[in-house]
């Protein structure tokens, strides 16, 4: 197995990116009340999101054309050995259709951690404490989830460890 260093330097900036997509979407939901913030964070959001965009967009046209001889070139794109930044490729599309429609329609009305229910087990239904449950064992399963959502929320967040 081996990675490219401008693959690994992609992931990175990419997860970096994510992140700061995300902190900036909750910031937005906790400054509503200021209409000029809001115009500038929505405003760095989307340059963020673009600039996300045609950067992936341009390193993965990039590294699919190379290729040793011509006729390679024009099988590139459907070589085994780019199935994975294909795959990736698709992912992304699929989060970025997510971030746009959260920027079109907003986020979800949460007033509680989804995660920990707020009634007894027994007054919720068999049904809806298997989906609590499952969602918590997906979330919990997935590697750096959690620790991802404790830093996004602790930077938006007034806690006893301001980052800001």
Same mark, same amino acid.
């Given at each position: 197995?081996?990675?490219?260093?401008?693959?690994?330097?992609?992931?990175?900036?990419?997860?970096?990116?994510?992140?700061?997509?995300?902190?900036? *979407?909750?910031?937005? #939901?906790?400054?509503?009340?200021?209409?000029?913030?809001?115009?500038?964070?929505?405003?760095?959001?989307?340059?963020?999101?673009?600039?996300?965009?045609?950067?992936?967009?341009?390193?993965?046209?990039?590294?699919?054309?190379?290729?040793?001889?011509?006729?390679?070139?024009?099988?590139?794109?459907?070589?085994?050995?780019?199935?994975?930044?294909?795959?990736?490729?698709?992912?992304?599309?699929?989060?970025?259709?997510?971030?746009?429609?959260?920027?079109?329609?907003?986020?979800?009305?949460?007033? *509680?951690?989804?995660?920990?229910?707020?009634?007894?087990?027994?007054?919720?239904?068999?049904?809806?404490?298997?989906?609590?449950?499952?969602?918590?064992?997906? *979330? #919990?399963?997935?590697?750096?989830?959690?620790?991802?959502?404790?830093?996004?929320?602790?930077?938006?967040?007034?806690?006893?460890?301001?980052?800001?």
């Amino acid at each position: 197995n081996n990675i490219s260093a401008q693959t690994l330097i992609l992931l990175t900036v990419h997860l970096m990116l994510l992140i700061f997509d995300r902190i900036f *979407h909750k910031w937005h #939901y906790r400054n509503s009340s200021r209409p000029a913030s809001l115009k500038l964070m929505d405003a760095f959001n989307v340059i963020i999101l673009l600039a996300e965009f045609f950067w992936v967009h341009l390193f993965i046209i990039i590294e699919l054309a190379k290729a040793s001889n011509p006729r390679e070139q024009k099988i590139a794109l459907h070589s085994d050995s780019e199935i994975a930044l294909c795959f990736y490729y698709v992912l992304w599309m699929l989060y970025l259709g997510v971030c746009l429609t959260q920027r079109k329609h907003g986020l979800p009305a949460v007033d *509680h951690d989804t995660l920990r229910p707020t009634q007894p087990p027994d007054s919720m239904g068999i049904w809806i404490e298997k989906i609590h449950t499952f969602s918590w064992y997906a *979330h #919990y399963a997935l590697p750096f989830v959690d620790d991802l959502r404790v830093i996004i929320d602790w930077s938006v967040m007034p806690t006893s460890l301001d980052l800001w």
